[in-house]
């Protein structure tokens, strides 16, 4: 059973338009989200996280959201570039009291931004 | 570059036979991860080592097993291979922390024939 999921396989966008790359989860336990980034022949590079405790973080280009109640997360890049085109992994985390729990992760959207 | 190593890059085996992968975290980082990445899967925990100690188990087969060794480094052990254990494998490390995230490998990509 899944327990993070990306819907969307895949997203194309147009350079300079706003992205929005979706992920639902089904742990309310969850305490701690994470996007990452990952190109081909590359390990996932960390994009921006978020705690339960907030509904939005912004970092540069990139903004993700949380809503809790619908235990739903977006990211958003503003605007869109080229550059961009990667494969976007949700995460999330349960923080077990004193340790670092393990990261489930969703399977990914793929995002291609179009010149 | 994330600082985290991992050795080989690639590895084609046979059936049956046993391989080891091998990740040195970034420096001053306790915690080491390993994943799997199948086709159309996505990021699979397999295991979690803090300071040499095992500390969470995922989905990770009885004919798998790590190691961290007291330098830090970790090793992924695979045994009787299946076809299906083709994959890519990936490491990641973390400092001790409530909220630190994990930095990962460029990853060994697994090929079974």
């Known amino acids: 059973d899944q327990q993070v999921k990306q819907n969307s396989p895949s997203l194309s966008v147009q350079e300079g338009r706003i992205s929005i790359l979706n992920c639902d989860y089904t742990?309310?336990?969850?305490?701690?989200f994470l996007w990452y980034k990952k190109y081909p022949a590359e390990g996932p590079t960390f994009l921006i996280s978020i705690s339960s405790i907030k509904d939005k973080n912004e970092d540069g280009r990139f903004t993700v959201f949380l809503n809790k109640s619908a235990k739903h997360l977006s990211l958003h890049i503003v605007p869109s570039q080229p550059g961009d085109s990667a494969v976007y992994f949700c995460a999330a985390r349960r923080f077990y009291g004193g340790s670092q729990g393990n990261l489930i992760f969703g399977k990914g959207t793929k995002l291609s931004v179009k010149p | 570059d994330s600082g985290v190593t991992q050795t080989p890059k690639h590895l084609i085996t046979a059936t049956g036979q046993r391989v080891t992968l091998r990740c040195s975290p970034r420096?001053?980082?306790?915690?080491v991860y390993w994943y799997q990445q199948s086709l159309d899967q996505g990021l699979q925990f397999l295991i979690q080592?803090?300071?040499?100690?095992?500390?969470a188990k995922g989905n990770i087969l009885e004919r798998f097993s790590a190691q961290q060794f007291p330098d830090l480094h970790s090793e992924l052990n695979l045994s009787s291979l299946e076809l299906g254990d083709s994959a890519l494998y990936f490491c990641?490390?973390?400092?001790?922390?409530?909220?630190?995230?994990?930095?990962f490998g460029p990853g060994t990509r697994l090929t079974v024939l």
């Open positions: 990641a490390s973390s400092q001790q922390g409530t909220y630190n995230e994990q930095f």
């Open positions: 420096s001053g980082d306790l915690s």
């Open positions: 080592y803090y300071n040499g100690e095992e500390r």
């Open positions: 742990n309310s336990m969850f305490d701690y």
